[in-house]
T-cell receptor, first 113, second 112 residues
Framework: GENVEQHPSTLSVQEGDSAVIKCTYS??????FPWYKQELGKRPQLIID?????GEKKDQRIAVTLNKTAKHFSLHITETQPEDSAVYFC????????????FGTGTRLLVSP | ETGVTQSPTHLIKTRGQQVTLRCSSQ?????VSWYQQALGQGPQFIFQ???????GRGNFPPRFSGLQFPNYSSELNVNALELDDSALYLC???????????FGSGTRLTVV
């Protein structure tokens, strides 16, 4: 079955710096890669996603890149702000079929003012 | 458009007891998935319901069971609770095929 590895487990940056979180997946059939932000005690919120027919997607300060050959995908946050502090999860699944999200282990991002 | 709602928000149970958690799917969504999120971990897939049938299951024992009703709402039942069942239980609804996946706020279950 699918396995998703996520690094780093914690990431501390200064406000205004960039942050990068990396994930690797194992199942080449996976074609959908969402990223979730989870604040303490709250639900995971979808912040950006990418499908396997696209190599990069950007939404304001957030971007995701996908390398299908290497089975890697990454989240890039530019100009970080203290409100970006949260736990970020990557996930992988197969859209259009049986939909089961396989999550990474999470990255705790701390943005210091 | 209403989102995914779960009840109760918090629950404390004793080891060996049984618990039922409830989820109302987002308007228009016909598929419900349940996840268990232990403290400091990513959500783990329990099972998914579509057209009132379980159509996929993760690595959870049979004492984890569920139902889906004609209005697409769903229940998660856990029998013979164990201490390790303490977690945040998340429900997610979507359209068939996984489009529009949306999580509820979860039920925090504590087993003592």
């Amino acid at each position: 079955g699918e396995n998703v590895e996520q690094h780093p487990s914690t990431l501390s940056v200064q406000e205004g710096d960039s942050a990068v979180i990396k994930c690797t997946y194992s199942d080449s059939a996976s074609n959908y890669f969402p990223w979730y932000k989870q604040e303490l005690g709250k639900r995971p919120q979808l912040i950006i996603d990418i499908r396997s027919n696209v190599g990069e997607k950007k939404d304001q300060r957030i971007a995701v890149t996908l390398n299908k050959t290497a089975k890697h995908f990454s989240l890039h946050i530019t100009e970080t702000q203290p409100e970006d502090s949260a736990v970020y999860f990557c996930a992988a699944s197969i859209l259009g079929g049986f939909q089961k999200l396989v999550f990474g282990t999470g990255t705790r991002l701390l943005v210091s003012p | 458009e209403t989102g995914v709602t779960q009840s109760p928000t918090h629950l404390i149970k004793t080891r060996g007891q049984q618990v039922t958690l409830r989820c109302s799917s987002q308007s228009g969504h016909n598929t419900v998935s349940w996840y268990q999120q232990a403290l400091g971990q990513g959500p783990q897939f329990i099972f998914q319901y579509y057209r009132e049938e379980e159509n996929g299951r993760g690595n959870f024992p049979p004492r984890f069971s569920g139902l889906q009703f004609p209005n697409y709402s769903s229940e998660l039942n856990v029998n013979a609770l164990e201490l390790d069942d303490s977690a945040l239980y998340l429900c997610a609804s979507s359209l068939a095929g996984g489009y529009g996946y949306t999580f509820g706020s979860g039920t925090r279950l504590t087993v003592v």
